[in-house]
């Protein structure tokens, strides 16, 4: 009943900007924190960004300065807003809601950086 899309992927070159966002729908409580994940093929999924219900966000190393991560209690949802991206940065995308039950995720939206 509970799902996560994402939207905004797409082809960029480099140094360009994306900005993602994922709307959760169905019945979700207590949740903790929303993110961002990425995966690359042959790779581990690997942490993006995450934010708390009360505005706390962390970010991995290789994406401080520019991504930025903002959300929409109210409405379920969150962004990463995604600026100078690199052909590393090349991943599938995915929306991740952290509950105290369980983690919900989204199916990935593709992210493509050429450069």
């Known amino acids: 009943q509970v799902q996560l899309v994402e939207s905004g992927g797409g082809l960029v070159q480099a140094g360009g900007s994306l900005r993602l966002s994922c709307a959760a729908s169905?019945?979700?409580?207590?949740?903790?924190?929303m993110g961002w994940y990425r995966q690359a093929p042959g790779k581990q999924r690997e942490l993006v960004a995450t934010i708390s219900v009360t505005g706390s966000t962390n970010y991995a190393e290789y994406v401080k300065g520019r991504f930025t991560i903002s959300r929409d209690n109210a409405e379920n949802k969150v962004y990463l807003q995604m600026n100078s991206l690199k052909p590393e940065d090349t991943a599938v995308y995915y929306c991740n809601i952290d509950t105290w039950r369980e983690d919900y995720w989204g199916q990935g939206t593709q992210v493509t950086v050429s450069s």
């Open positions: 169905g019945s979700i409580f207590s949740i903790n924190a």
